[in-house]
């Protein structure tokens, strides 16, 4: 077994070294081990299980849990599809489908000759510039039958990645509306500067007076966040910012993380004064790979200009430093206290609680955890103060939103507007015609029908994470509350029961649905999977997994009544369809060998 | 029993119950001798909150018993009509997510899984089975692991870990595909160092982790479910000590 591991230990003592021989590392440290291997081998495994004194099985545990990591070979180009269901609408699976054709290989498995393997992924944050794919963790968007088919060639060519055109990679901004913090000129330190001339106490009461209030979506006030933090006892202090920007349709902290970085560690940072950290974190999901260099330069120069580091800006004992974390592929991280479960290098899977990451975060110390967007307005009101910023917006949602416009639309992109503004002000601006529904928030959201769109994003009627998907009259919301149900599938973490199962069973009924063999019966059934998932599950994805399909039966009903051929009794399975394997058996296919549709629905 | 001077009561379906500072809702339920269906807990281990058939309404909130902390004059209602009927469903949910055959189970009798559903009056399975493939591995000589019954509860992987401390067993996946592991290259129980002798060979709620050679040693209609519900029957921890 040790002549087995040698070869896996010439390229993980380095990335083991680095990283300390820490157990809490372990997500990086597979993530890196798997950017040199190509996937996760057995023996990499064993050897890291020697090394960290871990059990493999707690390894295999972890790694298994990351839908971006891999313990099987995988293509030596491994190309995944983002499957939201704006890279639907823009015809995501025709280009899957016709890539699979001209590579010769079969949706979610490797070709033969292990060239190439081709599967669907989740969201991956392009929807303003989709369809997008990810060919081994690196983004290419604005998929064309031209573009797949160049890929194509480069595939079987067996160019390497760095040298394909650099256009494939270019992700654009695509800003379209500015508003105090997209138009803020921000310049790195000045906030920072003008809040150490404060006391953290100051500090904390301008945030306060701010009003301003976390932009993850839950709205949770952030100086109490920060004074919760503040007051409690623990050896070290942590600022978290939550950049697992997982939600389907979001993809406003990517623009932030790549124009706007600065701005973003400096709340941190600001943050950091105020809570007494000496450390913080970047969770950046696996799909943002691509930002890394970038955010370490910023990172590099931040240091350089002493705005993070040791005395910062000549502030002596105010030492902090920030540190970026990986994500793999799973939404679920997403919330906090299963996004701290995976900085610790564990499953991410959400805790108990209380106690709250305020009081028992990271390494259970005290932790703040916001989003990237509630960092960047920190540092906006460390620059302006808070009276100035409260009177943004309305009484209650203070400052602006940025809204991540996608979907059925002429200018998809970026939009910020002090909280406030209406639905009907949004698809506007944005050039949507013919509008059917928005999808406020992304799944776990609000679907608001045309009738409700002069409704007003901000806490009290609209809350959102940020996500703005726009579908017009030619689209089947069936299908759309379809493709998020699997979305929830996909990505419920499975340790409670209800979610864990409940999840499929609603994707299984709308499949059903979908395949012309659901009756009103199912939805009662639906109805009651949504009472138990919102009592019974352990965190809010399982609380919001029949959402989408709730207000889509509530206001498209046609849209489900069509998939309806039975308006009475149903049998759960499809009796002729079940014979397929007998009539393949037999090499029989004549109408003798097929039971009359009549016949099942009677 | 409680020692603690500041002993605190909250009220269980209309009982009271004392509870100290570290006891969650269950805990003091048992204590008490009150039954709160459950699974994945056991009163030998800390609380883990997953398989959620122990939820209750907590001052009108509805969590898990068994990691909700009550407080003084909490109203904690479990025994209705209405959560009765939602473990039923999270119990349904558990019998279509894996393969249990009861009638030739060899843990019939002695599942709390089982024992559970006859509490809540389960009469069908409800919702449609998943038939999942699940083989059943018996490389061990003295041990049998049949995951084809296995309900994630992860005592076995908490009982490995915390009291053997071994880490035999883990959980891998995520979410329908979460699945037992066991610690070994091979994915056979042989190839670890686990023992009859481990705490984890005797946690099993169901029957995956199975003793070799004294199947049936117990006739069925002898076993402790069929001589009383489970409701009545204490803890098989509990009746040890």
Redesign the interface.
Known sequence: MLSHMHKHAEYLDPILSRYQYNAHHLLQILREAQEYYGYIH?DA??YMAQQLQ?????I??VA????LLYLQPQGEYRVLFSDNITDRMLGNMQLMESMCKELWVEAGKVSEDGLVSINTTSCTGMCDQGPAILVNNIVINQLTKERVSAICELIREHIPLSDWPPEFFAIEDHICKKDILLDSNFKAGSALAKSLRHSALETLQEIKTSKLRGRGGAGFSTASKWEFCRSATGEQHYVVCNADEGEPGTFKDRVLLTSYADMVFEGMTICAHVIGAKKGFLYLRGEYRYLLDHLQAVLHHRRQQSQLGNNILGHAGFNFDIEIHLGAG?YICGEESALIESLEGK?GTPR?RPPFPVTSGYLNQPTVVNNVETFACASLIGLHGGAWYANIGTDTSAGTKILSVSGDCVRPGLYEYPFGVTVAQVLADCGAQNTQAVQISGPSGICVAANEFDRRIGFDDLPTAGAFMVFDYSRDMFEVARNFVHFF??????????C??????LA?MMDKLAQGHGSPYDFAEIE?LN??LL????CGLGHSACNPVLDTIAKFRPAYDKQLIHKEFIP??DLDYDLSQARQMTGRDDAGAHLERTNVSK | MFQNKDTYTFLLDGKTIPFTEEQTIIQAAMAAGEYIPHLCFNPEFKPHGSCKICTVSANGRQTASCTQQPQAGMVVESNTPQINGERLALLQMLFVEGNHFCPSCEKSGDCQLQATAYEMNMMSSHFDHFFPDRPVDASHPEYLLDFNRCILCSLCVRASSDVDGKDVFSLAGRGIKTRLIVNAESGRLADTNFSGDDKAAHVCPVGVIIKKRVGFAVPIGQRSFDEHPISFTPHPALKDN
């Open positions: 057995a495994i064993d871990l059990a493999r099985s707690q295999e545990g298994s849990f990351y839908s799973a499953r108990n599938k996909h990505e419920s973490c499975g340790f409670c029961t209800p864990r199962v409940g999840t499929s069973l299984n009651k009472v138990l009592s019974t599950s352990h759960a399975f």
